[in-house]
């Protein structure tokens, strides 16, 4: 090794001794006669000083040619700061290295962004010079967490009996909702691959294999349109259990939970974790993935509201539509008039046609512009029906289910910020469970599968295929963190007869889900067990864990909103050669 120590490992018990230390100049300062360094590595910041009597004069001499980011070897002797010299905020702050020796092993550019700079650059610039960024502290420190949580994951599982086995990275296209990422073959002319959306199907051949307890860290691949939370390749913790129904699986993922929270954040997660069911949910925050760390649920109003000369409240009444509010606890001090008007737009972006509102008086009466279409006691009843309290701020929104979920859902996510309702260090861990099966498209006229078509129905609800689909529910359940989905699993289907019902219901036929899935209903035609599992989002699980704004900031090498990697230019043309062999011409 070129260095018998890193840089933030030399303490007081090490004064006196001849230390080596290998790292990059932080920062340098020359004090007349001499020169000061912090030098850093992964480890930590250790003071190197260049000063007589121990530096000899022509390492102090060289050692004036120091810049930014140049890489050097030091020796020196370990030896207490001067009294009052001190950095309590360093970990090496009570010692410095007295240098005797430097050797300089290499040189740099002034960098286009500074690992030490209190606030980094833009993001574009980041992720162009991502080999520079990654030296940043708080770049390192979310990797080691990341790390961390791997190991972690990686250490329950093998203690609870689970196998970690590789699964296919070249598979067969097998169109599951998001577009797959193909690769020509060479060998097999006009065929291709496909990168996996997830190692589902293998994982359930795992299980009809006998493997009663699958894990693995998956790498997957999904071409779509991107968002702040999403990436073309990501990474999950990917498991399967047979012989076992949804609460199993919860309760192995409760432990997994605990575990990681107590090592990682030092919170005690008292488990079993809550859950709401899907519809419980979607009444109460309008979402299927609600933030739990504060209140402000959604209610429902329909009722009084056909009861109103209001006709915006009226008429979505008598159609069949909804009338939901908030009741934003002292909400008048914090939303102005003109704050309204601008929640009214907000909500706009959602679908919704506007946002009704009052503002609850000292004596408890609803005053707004539109109070005068609503009798006294009916306001009395919404004001009951709200819990409405001097200075609450009443926002109703008035249309189809599904926008007032959308619309309601994103406000009070909004409000929630702004009012600060919440602590955002705070975690809170839940499930939603008991999904639709299915979600119908009306621009299609079709059923698609809620989460995937391997998705088993509730026991309950299997006559449900044939009669009533839309009221069938799935024994799927999503772990959520702080109002981000962090993991979604299901009970998998194992009946070869079911499978294909489904699949009858999504307009896959015989013909078409023989060529896409085969081999798993072979498969199932051989005593296949009762089997389920889950993944979980460890981009995600980084992101919320280390309090990041995005999840770029949890990948060591992440792609843009574009899909593109700045710092490499992928993607990129290719030798006409190279598409020769794959058997591909491009038209332009």
Same mark, same amino acid.
């Given at each position: ?525 051989? !005593? ?43 993607? !990129? ?16």
């Amino acid at each position: 090794m070129l260095r018998t120590h890193t840089c933030g490992e030399l303490s007081e018990k090490l004064i006196g001794e001849t230390a080596t230390l290998c790292g990059w100049v932080d920062t340098y300062r020359d004090h007349g006669g001499g020169l000061f360094v912090d030098l850093r590595d992964r480890y930590g910041l250790t003071q190197v000083v260049f000063n007589p009597p121990d530096t000899p004069p022509a390492v102090i001499e060289a050692s004036k040619t120091l810049r930014d980011e140049y890489v050097v070897q030091v020796t020196g002797t370990v030896a207490a700061r001067p009294e009052g010299m001190a950095n309590a905020k360093m970990q090496t702050g009570e010692i410095e290295l007295r240098v005797t020796e430097f050797v300089l092993l290499n040189k740099s550019l002034t960098p286009p962004v500074s690992p030490s700079a209190p606030e980094p650059p833009g993001e574009d610039l980041r992720l162009k010079y991502r080999f520079l960024d990654l030296r940043r502290p708080e770049m390192q420190r979310t990797l080691l967490l990341r790390a961390s949580i791997i190991k972690g994951m990686r250490d329950y599982f093998a203690e609870n009996g689970f196998i970690d086995i590789e699964t296919p990275v070249l598979g067969r296209s097998t169109p599951e909702g998001a577009r797959d990422y193909l690769v020509p073959s060479r060998v097999h002319r006009g065929t291709f691959y496909a990168l996996p959306q997830s190692p589902q199907l293998y994982k359930q051949i795992l299980m009809i294999a006998g493997y009663d307890r699958y894990v693995q860290v998956a790498r997957c691949f999904r071409d779509e349109d991107l968002r702040a939370d999403r990436q073309p390749e990501f990474t999950q913790l990917d498991l399967e259990m047979t012989f076992v129904d949804e609460n199993d699986v919860i309760g192995v993922i409760d432990g997994l939970v605990a575990k990681l929270a107590k090592a990682e954040l030092g919170l005690e997660v008292p488990i079993p974790l809550p859950r709401l069911t899907y519809d419980e949910a979607m009444e109460r925050f309008g979402h299927d993935a609600p933030d739990l760390r504060f209140g402000l649920e959604l209610i429902d109003c329909t009722d009084l509201a056909s009861e109103a000369e209001f006709r915006v409240f009226s008429a979505v009444a008598a159609s069949g539509g909804r009338v939901r509010g908030l009741n934003v606890k002292q909400g008048t001090s914090h939303y102005s008039r003109r704050g309204i008007d601008s929640l009214t737009s907000f909500v706009a972006d959602y679908g919704a046609k506007g946002l009704a509102w009052f503002r609850v008086e000292e004596d408890g009466t609803l005053n707004s512009t539109i109070a005068k279409n609503f009798t006294p006691e009916l306001l009395a009843k919404f004001g009951e029906r709200m819990g409405a309290e001097p200075g609450d701020l009443l926002l109703y929104v008035a249309d189809k289910y599904e926008v007032t979920c959308k619309a309601l859902y994103a406000l009070r996510s909004k409000i929630g910020r702004e009012m600060r309702l919440y602590d955002p260090d705070a975690m809170h861990f839940s499930w939603v469970v008991e999904f639709p099966m299915f979600d119908y498209d009306e621009e299609t006229k079709s059923w698609q599968a809620m989460h995937h078509p391997f998705t088993a129905p509730l026991p309950a609800n299997l006559d449900l295929l044939d009669t009533d689909p839309g009221k069938c529910r799935a024994q799927a359940y999503d772990l959520v963190i702080n109002g981000s989905e962090a993991g979604g699993g299901t009970i998998r289907i194992h009946d070869a007869e079911v499978q294909k019902k489904v699949f009858n219901l999504l307009g896959i036929d015989a013909t078409t889900a023989v060529e896409r899935f085969g081999f798993l209903l072979d498969a199932l035609q051989f !005593g296949a067990p009762p089997h389920g599992g889950i993944a979980l989002g460890i981009d995600r699980w980084v992101m919320l864990f280390g309090k990041l704004e995005n999840i770029r900031d949890g990948i060591a090498f992440p792609k843009t909103q574009k899909a593109t990697d700045l710092m490499t230019e992928a993607p !990129g043309e290719v030798d006409l050669k190279q598409l020769r062999e794959l058997h591909i011409k491009l038209d332009e």
